[in-house]
T-cell receptor, first 114, second 116 residues
Framework: GDSVTQMEGPVTLSEEAFLTINCTYT??????LFWYVQYPGEGLQLLLK?????DKGSNKGFEATYRKETTSFHLEKGSVQVSDSAVYFC?????????????FGRGTSLIVHP | GAGVSQSPSNKVTEKGKDVELRCDPI?????LYWYRQSLGQGLEFLIY????????KSGLPSDRFSAERTGGSVSTLTIQRTQQEDSAVYLC??????????????FGPGTRLTVL
């Protein structure tokens, strides 16, 4: 079945540092890929997505590129802020069967210090 | 506009009791999803509804778990004879529809269930 593997956290950075959170996946066919973010005490929010190979999703300074050859969708940000502290989930959505049931990774906690 | 709401936000119950968790999706969203988030784990898919029907119940962990949706709106997840391993955060999400091109899921804040 489909699976998503993301790096274990917590990831602890100083403000303005460069961020990478690795995500790799296993899926049949051509899934869509997503990053969701969960701020403390809140529900998950879609951060960005990519629906086909070589697409780059971007939002709020975060970027991720759909790499089919390496089955990866790593999340990056050039300069993190304290307000980026949250849990980040990588997910994929398979097109199998015509319905979209996402498969989520375990989440990576990001802590940004001033 | 109003987002997805869930109630209660916290529920503490004794082992063996039944619990009901409620989800109010965004108005107009035909698809509704239930997930379970255990400590240190990712989101575990439980069930989804398209309208009032549940095409995929494969994620329900046991026959103690059931869910229904009425009027294409509110959904209730029921756990009978709760066990300690049921303790988790139960998340609900809704989207415009569940098929065709992918539609963004909007999540509620979750219900934290603790079984003593």
């Amino acid at each position: 079945g489909d699976s998503v593997t993301q790096m274990e956290g917590p990831v602890t950075l100083s403000e303005e540092a460069f961020l990478t959170i690795n995500c790799t996946y296993t899926a049949t066919g051509y899934p869509s890929l997503f990053w969701y973010v969960q701020y403390p005490g809140e529900g998950l929010q879609l951060l960005l997505k990519a629906t086909k190979a070589d697409d780059k999703g971007s939002n709020k300074g975060f970027e991720a590129t759909y790499r089919k050859e390496t089955t990866s969708f790593h999340l990056e940000k050039g300069s993190v802020q304290v307000s980026d502290s949250a849990v980040y989930f990588c997910a994929l959505s398979s097109t199998s069967g015509g319905s979209y049931i996402p498969t989520f990774g375990r989440g990576t906690s990001l802590i940004v210090h001033p | 506009g109003a987002g997805v709401s869930q109630s209660p936000s916290n529920k503490v119950t004794e082992k063996g009791k039944d619990v009901e968790l409620r989800c109010d999706p965004i108005s107009g969203h035909t698809a509704l999803y239930w997930y379970r988030q255990s400590l240190g784990q990712g989101l575990e898919f439980l069930i989804y509804f398209q309208g009032n029907s549940a095409p995929d119940k494969s994620g329900l962990p046991s026959d103690r778990f059931s869910a229904e949706r009425t009027g294409g709106s509110v959904s209730t997840l029921t756990i009978q004879r709760t066990q300690q391993e049921d303790s988790a955060v139960y998340l609900c999400a809704s989207s415009l529809e569940a098929s065709g091109s992918y539609n963004e899921q909007f999540f509620g804040p979750g219900t934290r269930l603790t079984v003593l």
